[in-house]
């Protein structure tokens, strides 16, 4: 059994910042790509972000690119996720998701092998 927890989310500024970390655990756990999702009221999810399991490949959605950036522990159960510059349009709830490969998270939502239980993000104008 693999649990991802997530947890950093809260009430932020248009253009502050906040640090959303997510931590692996379980037995099954192996190391394997991490990355972020994300969902807004009345809206589909939308991939925010992933990292390969070596920590040197990681793709981003435009709509966050130059302002999030996504990391990961030398452990390689931990991922971080530094959002800068928010903006209103950022508020979801965010989603913390374990794959195969970051290519595969960037590509599909249907990659991801597990999911965390989500953190909420609000960005007030």
């Known amino acids: 059994q693999v649990q991802l927890v997530e947890s950093g989310g809260g009430l932020v500024q248009a253009g502050g910042s906040l640090r959303l970390p997510c931590t692996a655990s379980?037995?099954?756990?192996?190391?394997?790509?991490m990355g972020w999702f994300r969902q807004a009221p009345g809206k589909e999810g939308q991939f925010v972000a992933a990292i390969s399991w070596s920590g040197i490949t990681s793709y981003f959605a435009d709509s966050v690119k130059g302002r999030f950036t996504i990391s990961r522990e030398n452990a390689k159960t931990k991922v971080y996720l530094q959002m800068n510059s928010l903006k209103p349009e950022d508020t979801a709830v965010y989603y913390c998701?374990?794959?195969?490969?970051?290519?595969?998270?960037?590509?599909?939502?249907?990659?991801?092998?597990?999911w965390g239980q989500g953190t909420q993000v609000t960005v007030s104008s």
């Open positions: 379980g037995r099954t756990f192996r190391p394997r790509a």
């Open positions: 998701a374990a794959g195969s490969s970051a290519e595969d998270l960037y590509h599909s939502d249907s990659n991801v092998g597990y």
